[in-house]
């Protein structure tokens, strides 16, 4: 149940490249493996992944701004425009650089005038706004 795009060796292969192992909340056992540079921004790192995406998760890859990478427990990486190396992402020598992907929920809100068993989608940026879902880490 693994996805990668790796090669041979699970170090990084030239001085200025490393290699990043997204792992997926709640699917285990699915990775994604991808070299990059330092200086590659969080965007372009993030649309690797999405161009990767692993078989094993249902549906289409979400859209870029849903996809969340944690790196370290040192919160989201962004903003998208920084590189990796100002987002202070540790290279290791012996093995793939950890980085957590979440994906954020789609926001939905009731509709008005409706019943509470009907809801439509509605850009997150607009008020009024309740989700289906919600996690909380401690």
Avoid: Y
């Avoid at 012996?94 to 008005?112: C, D, E, F, L």
């Amino acid at each position: 149940m693994t996805s990668k795009v790796e090669t041979m060796s699970n170090a990084a292969t030239e001085p200025d490249t490393m290699k990043i192992k997204f792992i997926f909340a709640n699917r285990d056992g699915v990775t994604v493996e991808i070299e990059c540079s330092p200086s590659d921004t969080i965007e372009t790192i993030t649309k690797s992944l999405r161009s990767h995406w692993p078989e094993d998760i249902e549906g289409e890859a979400p859209s870029i701004d849903r996809i969340r990478l944690i790196c370290m427990g040192k919160g989201v990486l962004g903003p998208s425009t920084a590189t990796v190396e100002e987002n202070e992402v540790p290279v290791f020598l012996t093995h793939p650089t950890p980085v957590n992907v979440s994906v954020k929920p789609i926001i939905v809100a009731q509709a008005k005038g409706s019943n509470k068993s009907k809801s439509v989608a509605r850009p997150t940026n607009e008020s009024d706004v309740t989700s289906d879902c919600c996690c909380v880490i401690c």
